[in-house]
């Protein structure tokens, strides 16, 4: 074991009613070597595939029941989703027309788009004014409602990508921006996107990388350890496995672009998890109102791979 902490208290566990524990999806096997404990969840890792997860889990009811309104305007968002991820508009637009630059490299001509958990349709709305045709799909019926009424964006529907029907064959791109991680079934979403996808289509999806140089620095306290939504922590080796597995040929894995445009709001919340006297100390950014800077902390990889 490596920074594992002590044994959460049973009655720590019962704070979470329904969870459950799961084996390492990669490989299938129950052998977990304990990263560390944050009671009531362990961050472990598989000691035969090297795949990082959390440990127990969520409820299935639970965790879809979790996106439709609070995890958009969080009290907790240090541990849990967003403090306003509205209000966040224009830096996420920002941040996906810099990041959308990846896929003009291999794509010179606008085609058709379906962008998997959309969320409020950031991404979809900057490839809608670069001339390509957009789909979105997405769990959460408040944010399909502010894609489709706020921003315009006709076709972004309101389910699961496992479930829906969609246009086999019929994209030439499918995303997943910061998804991967929550999903439960990861092959599942993946396979579906690959139907999706004609001969020739690509596949460009953003996680988080748990063997970056910094997230290796920050160990417990790094920003993406996010145990009711993060189930999933991948590096390099573990979605390239993964990729290859699902009939997806890997092109590019970079952290180049991964980084985000945030507010200085936003950092303020957010080193707040490293000691709660950062929050303290850099609580005069405030003044600053919502000006915006990009970071990129080199912790996140693009990953564009094509059907095989």
Known sequence: MSDAGQVPEESTRDLL?????????????????????????????????????????LSSERLHEMYQEEYWASDR???????????????????????????????????????????????????KAKGWQTSGVEISKPMVDYARETLGLDDVRHGDLTTLDIDEGGYDVVTMWDVIEHLEDPRAHLEAARRGLRDDGLLVLETQDVSSRF????????????????????????????????????????PRHGGKYVSLNFVVERVGRIHPIMTTLASPLRLLGNRALYINLQDEMIVVAKKR
């Open 215 to 254: 997230a290796r620095l920050m160990r417990r306290k790094w920003q993406h350890y996010k145990h009711e939504e993060h189930l999933y922590h991948f590096e390099p080796a573990t979605l390239g496995r993964l990729l290859d597995e699902m009939g997806f040929d890997v092109l590019e894995n970079t």
């Open 77 to 127: 968002a240090k541990e849990f989703g967003y403090a306003s991820y509205l209000a966040e508009r224009e830096n996420y637009e920002r941040t996906y027309r810099r990041r959308s630059t990846t896929i003009d490299r291999y794509r010179s001509e606008p085609g058709r788009v379906l962008d998997v958990g959309c969320a409020a349709g950031f991404f979809l709305s900057v490839m």
């Open 17 to 57: 009613a329904g969870s459950r524990d799961v084996e390492c999806f990669l490989c299938g096997r129950r052998d977990e070597d304990v990263k560390f404990y944050d009671p009531p969840f362990r961050v472990v890792r598989c000691k035969h595939c090297g795949m990082t997860y959390v440990n127990p889990r």
